[in-house]
């Protein structure tokens, strides 16, 4: 009785969720090949990092890809509160170099310690003109084209009753 009741809750604690997409799988192991798997291109948008504060409220964004020159701050782990530019973005291993976090091997010679992009903030972007594109995107910029009609259109349908 006791394996049935342990059975039954079992299968009751894994209630099934409707999906929202059919094209999509929500397996585990199909999520996680994919995800390791990822071309170069994928896993650029996936290596993106929050903006700092100030950076958030002057663009409207939260986060974007993370490219060489931009300076950082590094807000999670042994390097915490470090600070430096973006010296090598490397997309194969999904970890950043950043200038001054540097660790001696055994054989003397001093290599880059690679950090996690979702553990550093950006405090500075550089920006060309890609970038100032993709931000203005992202924020929701001037929405020329937007939209059906435009404001006075719709006053002069207003009049039209």
């Known amino acids: 009785q006791v394996q ?4 039954a809750r079992r299968t009751c604690s894994r209630q099934a969720k ?3 997409s059919t094209s999509v799988s929500s397996s585990r192991r199909k999520s996680r090949k994919a995800h390791f798997t990822a071309p170069s291109s994928a896993r650029r ?3 993106s990092s929050p903006l700092s504060t100030d950076l958030k409220s002057k663009h409207s964004v939260r986060a974007v890809p993370i490219r060489k020159d931009d300076e ?6 042994n390097y915490k509160g ?3 530019k973006v010296v090598q973005v490397y997309r194969k291993k999904w970890v950043i ?5 540097t660790r001696e091997k055994v054989n003397g010679a001093t290599v880059n310690v690679g950090i996690d992009p ?3 903030v950006i405090t500075k972007l550089k920006i060309d003109k890609d970038r100032k594109a993709l931000l203005e995107r992202k924020s929701g910029g001037p929405e020329a084209g937007k939209g059906k009609f435009t404001e006075d259109e719709v006053k002069a349908m207003q009049d039209v009753d």
């Open 72 to 77: 950082v701050t590094v807000v999670r782990g």
């Open 4 to 7: 049935a009741l342990l059975g």
């Open 18 to 20: 409707m999906k929202y």
């Open 45 to 47: 948008k996936i290596m």
């Open 82 to 84: 470090r600070e430096g």
């Open 118 to 120: 979702s553990k550093v």
């Open 97 to 101: 170099h950043i200038e001054r976090i």
